[in-house]
């Protein structure tokens, strides 16, 4: 499956560092997503983007920044982070269309990120 | 509100026997609803969906789900396990005035020798 492509897979960084993720999608999509799937909790949905407007935070730290230039493109930018932000970082994308429909959305493979 | 709740946590079967995951939901109309699988350090696959057509779903790698508005469930089967079908399975809803899908705690599936 390579619609949705991450980048890195894995990332291991210091509290005081500034990484950034990225996600591309080849879908043609307009709508793009960043979930955070920790251990043991279900997926938390952080961040969405609609015809690269951001429509959605859910209240995340501002430590997570997110950044979408256009629409096949999306990143989290990461500064300061703590260890319990290490988690696995998915990004997904899918088509929205008129009225706000669903729909179904294509994950990519996800960004391991640990937090030292 | 939508919410979903897959009641087990973990599944164990032999490889050749059938595979039942199953998946209850809550939704004050039709659902929208998926059934997600999650191998070993990967992303999301989509398995398959139902929007409100035919109430049996096929979907890839010979999984199948029924949606059964009188029990509000949308359990997942498969009629022979394969090796390969080891891994976390989520059953999602779509929320229609949120806009987000609802995803369950998932379920590992154990597939033995």
């Known amino acids: 499956e390579t619609g949705v492509t991450q980048t890195p897979r894995h990332l291991v960084m210091g509290m005081t560092n500034k990484k950034s993720l990225k996600c591309e999608q080849h879908?043609?999509?307009?709508?793009m997503y960043w979930y955070k799937q920790s251990a043991k909790k279900p997926l938390e949905l952080m961040f969405v983007y609609s015809l690269e407007e951001r429509v959605e935070n859910n209240s995340v730290p501002s430590r997570f920044s997110p950044e979408c230039p256009n629409s096949s493109h999306l990143f989290l930018h990461l500064h300061t982070l703590q260890p319990e932000d290490s988690a696995l970082y998915l990004c997904?994308?899918?088509?929205?269309?008129?009225?706000?429909?669903?729909?179904?959305?294509?994950f990519g493979p996800g960004t391991r990120l640990t937090v030292l | 509100a939508q919410s979903v709740t897959q009641l087990d946590s973990h599944v164990s079967v032999s490889e050749g026997t059938p595979v039942l995951l199953r998946c209850n939901y809550s939704s004050s109309y039709s659902p929208s609803l998926f059934w997600y699988v999650q191998h070993p350090n990967k992303g999301l696959q989509l398995l398959l969906k139902?929007?409100?057509?035919?109430?049996l779903v096929k979907g890839i790698n010979g999984f199948e789900a029924e949606f059964k508005k009188s029990e509000t469930s949308f359990h997942l089967t498969k009629p022979s396990a394969h090796m390969s079908d080891a891994a976390e399975y989520f059953c999602v809803v779509f929320s229609g005035n949120t806009g987000k899908l609802i995803f369950g705690q998932g379920t590992t599936l154990q597939v033995k020798p």
């Open positions: 997904a994308s899918s088509q929205v269309v008129g009225g706000g429909g669903l729909y179904t959305q294509y």
């Open positions: 879908l043609g999509h307009n709508a």
């Open positions: 139902y929007t409100s057509a035919a109430t």
